[in-house]
């Protein structure tokens, strides 16, 4: 048996690859009371958001998979659930994007070419090592979400009030990793 397995690889024909040959195609129009360049300035701004919460998703599901140690199964099941909501915060996400007539880019390729984060520096290892990196991955998207707020806010209440709302929830589930970093007098 050889040391290297050949996997099997997916090959397009060039009709199947004529058929997403246009997958930044964005719709000539938004949604009512925007006028389009504004709708997808708004949707490329929170394609930026889509991108990082595809990151963070994928690095909490990694860290779920490779945390171990004492507070393995605390950190573990907070994760996963965690990467659940998370996930959620992508769709809503993209289908605004989609309503506002620009066409949501989740591709792996996408992902690659324009990530926002270095890469995750862990494997094995144990809770508090994974804590510590995921706090400051956390700490990025919300700065990176207020950052949007702050710039296209007031022209879209719609798209607002969705990353306000993930806003909130992303400080939350950033608490529940800083409190198993506190070490009980406020220090992380």
Do not use: C
Not at 40 to 57: M, V
Not at 125 to 151: C, M, P, T, W
């Amino acid at each position: 048996m050889s040391d290297k397995m050949n996997y099997p690889v997916l090959t397009l024909t060039e009709k199947s690859k004529s058929l997403t040959a246009d997958v930044n195609k964005n719709a000539a129009h938004t949604v009512p009371g925007l006028d389009v360049k504004t709708g997808h300035s708004i949707a490329d701004a929170l394609q930026t958001r889509l991108q990082g919460l595809n990151e963070l998703q994928l690095i909490l599901k990694h860290a779920h998979w490779n945390v171990v140690g004492p507070q393995f199964i605390a950190v573990h099941e907070m994760l996963d659930d965690q990467v659940d909501e998370v996930r959620d915060f992508v769709d809503e996400i993209a289908e605004r994007i989609a309503a506002l007539g620009v066409a949501p880019n989740g591709l792996p390729g996408n992902l690659v070419a324009i990530r926002q984060t270095p890469e995750y520096p862990l494997g094995r290892a144990g809770a508090q090592d994974h804590l510590r990196i995921l706090d400051k991955y956390y700490a990025h998207n919300i700065e990176s979400h207020r950052f949007v707020l702050e710039h296209f806010g007031e022209l879209d209440p719609i798209s607002e009030d969705l990353l306000v709302a993930q806003t909130r929830a992303l400080e939350k589930l950033h608490w529940f990793i800083r409190a198993h970093l506190d070490n009980g007098n406020g220090n992380l």
